[in-house]
């Protein structure tokens, strides 16, 4: 499904960034993937993925503001003084922050509810400030929002992937739709649970390193 | 306002209600600064002073400075700088006046900025509603909290030196499962104490 998306993208605005766009989204989508070979931004990935729905918010929020950040950052990369840049960088991020929560909280406050301070703690999600200062002060700014989307992208497929597996064992839905009738299958509620959390993060990275044919650490 | 009491927050936000067991906070730096049991003592107390000063510090600006002026959307942005200009001055004031102190914390005081278990007791804070000794008593639990869990895990991990982990599963993945056992352990608190 990623090398699907990834190319249907890439093919799209490889004009416009120079070429460069397929290869940026690839790295960020699949070959970086933040959380699987950084191991950035775990945090959330495990707090907000008992349920699909939650997983898919966080994940279109952080394409928002990964993306909207490298923008902003990349558009001001010669004007920031080099010793002040962490504070810029902090404060642009948390104005897109501010906006996605607001937006949240007028709209989808059931869904602000439920995501609880999460949403806040984009701000220190070290992909978007990861992100920002790795690639946004040292490329133009439609490669950064294009790095910052793919990043985001790598990061929703991850805590779907999490997610769907936990919402479908845990509580036999998906998407709040029961897909596994209780009538025969007994809902394992560990994995709705913090340890449920951690187990399938652990099991995921296992299998992707085990197909990836990894030797090392 | 919340009805609990501060002694059940404290207590809760330790062992039922872990800030990185339950709520998942702080791991980049409980995965990276547990290689060894000194470091994570050093990281696990600078994180419990930091959090205990800037929540209640958080406090006092958000219910006296931004409810009043009604700028509560500007929280997040007061949070982090709280935060990041405290752990600076707590920096600065420390090499000055302990050395000692500074050479044994000090290599972890910029790494807090960025932990997110600091930024998310400020937010939990917010959101159940505390008032300031409860506040003080939550970021006194979570940072005992974040410290148990990290020593935890650095005993495990010094033990784990000698064991044969397949190599797929070596580094985050053997991590994880390891957190998630630990994890399931504190659920046999649950009982004891219940925290809304």
Redesign the interface.
């Given at each position: 499904m990623s090398d699907h998306h990834a190319q249907a993208k890439s093919s799209g605005c490889g004009g416009l960034c120079g070429g460069k766009c397929g290869s940026t989204i690839q790295d960020g989508v699949i070959k970086n993937n933040p959380i699987i070979h950084q191991?950035?931004g775990?945090?959330?990935a495990?707090?907000v993925t008992s349920k699909l729905e939650n997983a898919l918010v966080m994940g279109a929020a952080l394409v928002f503001v990964t993306a909207m950040s490298n923008a902003f950052v990349s558009l001001l990369r010669h004007l920031m003084p080099r010793r002040i840049r962490m504070?810029v960088e902090?404060?642009i991020i948390?104005?897109f922050?501010?906006i996605f929560?607001?937006f949240l909280k007028a709209f989808y406050w059931d869904m602000s509810k439920q995501l609880?301070?999460y949403v806040?703690?984009i701000?220190?999600?070290?992909i978007v400030?990861g992100r920002a200062e790795a690639f946004a002060t040292q490329n133009p700014p439609l490669l950064s929002i294009v790095d910052g989307a793919a990043n985001g992208i790598g990061y929703m497929i991850i805590l779907a992937l999490i997610a769907v597996f936990r919402e479908l064992l845990g509580a036999g839905t998906l998407l709040g739709y029961t897909a596994l009738s209780t009538a025969w299958y007994e809902p394992n509620v560990?994995l709705m649970?913090?340890?449920?959390?951690?187990?399938t993060?652990?099991?995921l990275?296992?299998i992707i390193?085990?197909l990836r044919g990894?030797?090392?650490? | 306002m919340n009805p609990t009491s501060p002694m059940v927050i404290l207590v809760a936000s330790i062992l039922t209600n872990n800030i990185l067991?339950?709520?998942?906070?702080?791991?980049?730096s409980f995965?990276a600064c547990s290689t060894k049991i000194e470091t994570a003592v050093g990281l696990g107390t600078a994180v419990t002073f930091v959090m205990v000063c800037t929540t209640t510090l958080n406090y006092l600006l958000y219910h006296y400075v931004l409810v009043p002026l009604e700028l509560e959307?500007?929280?997040?942005?007061l949070?982090?700088a709280v935060i990041?200009g405290f752990v600076q001055l707590v920096e600065m004031v420390m090499e000055r006046f302990s050395p000692k102190l500074y050479h044994a914390l000090g290599i972890f005081l910029p790494l807090i900025t960025?932990?997110?278990a600091i930024?998310?007791a400020a937010?939990?804070m917010v959101?159940r509603n505390y008032n300031g000794i409860q506040s003080a008593a939550f970021g006194l639990g979570g940072g005992l909290g974040f410290l148990l869990a990290i020593v935890l895990m650095a005993g495990l991990r010094e033990k784990m030196g000698y064991s044969n982990v397949p190599?797929?599963?070596?580094?985050?993945?053997?991590?994880?499962?390891i957190?998630?056992?630990i994890?399931?352990t504190f659920?046999g608190f649950a009982g004891m104490i219940t925290m809304q």
């Open positions: 191991v950035l775990v945090c959330s495990l707090a504070i902090v404060a948390a104005t922050v501010i929560d607001q609880g301070p806040g703690l701000i220190t999600n070290c400030m560990l649970l913090a340890p449920g959390a951690f187990f993060a652990g099991f990275i296992w390193n085990a990894r030797k090392d650490v | 067991l339950a709520g998942f906070l702080g791991m980049c995965l959307f500007l929280a997040f942005i949070f982090i990041a960025v932990n997110c930024l998310g937010l939990f959101i190599a797929p599963l070596r580094g985050t993945a053997v991590l994880m499962l957190t998630g056992v994890a399931m659920m």
